[in-house]
């Protein structure tokens, strides 16, 4: 038996079964690519789900983690640190928001934003039984909170009862969402590009009507952007290319570019009515260590102008992904902006789980979204030839 079936057989002995593993155990990374324990290459397309935004070995991140870890790695939220304090200023800039909050993942992020949203209308009116308003298809993470503002009745059931008072509408039909509006309305939820539900971009006419609702009734808009928020559309935050502001985001992966971290942020407004202190509370989140690679990426972010690596590559590689599509009947749509994309598969001709099996097999890391999605969530450093040589491997792979 090779030593990379003995580690998988291994890990099926003693970890907890909640993942369908591709069979590969990966050693160690270099810019854009993975390698395994047997030294092959694969080009990464997945970034860890779209966590590693400045590629592998970056060098200038690695010492500024092994800096933190020789000075201090945590110290509780009891006391204030530096790299908090500024991770703090820094995020909370580039996100347009007064105040933030740092979560050792996406999914308690998500759990503060709902927490603060009921705090807000509680505040307002001393009443328990509001609403919030969730879309149909969208995915918000795996605790409790999270699921129940989840779109998607397979993630949901079999952990019900889970928070109640939850209603959905459907993505991008406004009328849909204005229909379940009641009195008790105390926030709207969305990905503002739905990642898992097959990466499904807001319309910016239905979200600019999200958002004066939510003006005209005191209701809080939420926007998720733990996957298409830090660069991943073009805009820092994918919210700003609609030219709007949410009332709290949520953010994570691609904060900390590697280390568990993320952040819900909100306006002064609902900062002011929502959360006390003794209201909510984390013993690791944002430690000296997880702030100090905030810092970081941030200051990466400026110097090497990933945005616009993003917009100019991104484009590129819309344009290349369109040529696929047009190159194989099975892919029957392509959707997505920035370096955020999917390709949609018709899986009576190729199932879009065999085809990412495939292109892996074949050095091309790709994920699924949804059940007929392949989507493209590269690190943020990628170039043209990366995205020349990934369509070489998927057009081979289909």
Partial sequence: MDKMNEYINEAEQVLLHTYNRFPVVFDHGKGVCLYDINGKEYLDFCAGIAVFALGYGNEEYNNAIKAQVDKLIHTSNLFYSVPAIEAAKKLGAAAGMDRVFFTNSGAEAIEGA??????????????????????????????????AVTGNKKYREPFEPLIGNIRYAVFNDYESVLSQVTDKTCAIIMETIQGEGG????????????????????????????????????????????????????????????????????????????????????????NPLVTSAICEVLKQFEERRILDNVKEVGDYMYDRLEEVMKAHDCITAHRGVGLMQGLVFDNDLKPASEVSKKAIENGLIVITAGSNVIRFIPPLVITKEDVDRMTDILNRSI
């Fill in 199 to 286: 990466i499904y971009p807001a319309d910016k006419d239905f979200l600019k009507k999200i958002r004066k609702l939510c003006d005209e009734k005191d209701i809080l808009l939420i926007l998720d952007e733990i996957q298409c928020g830090m660069g991943r559309s073009g805009s820092m935050f994918a919210y700003q290319a609609y030219g709007i502001k949410p009332d709290i985001v949520t953010a994570a992966k691609a904060v900390g570019c590697g280390v568990p971290v993320g952040a819900f942020m909100m306006t002064q407004k609902v900062a002011d009515m929502a959360l006390k202190p003794g209201d909510h509370g984390t013993t690791y989140g944002g």
């Fill in 114 to 147: 709902i927490k603060s949203a009921r705090k807000y209308a509680y505040t307002k009116d001393g009443s328990t039984d509001h609403e919030i308003i969730a879309m149909e298809h969208s995915f918000h993470g795996r605790t409790m909170g999270a699921l």
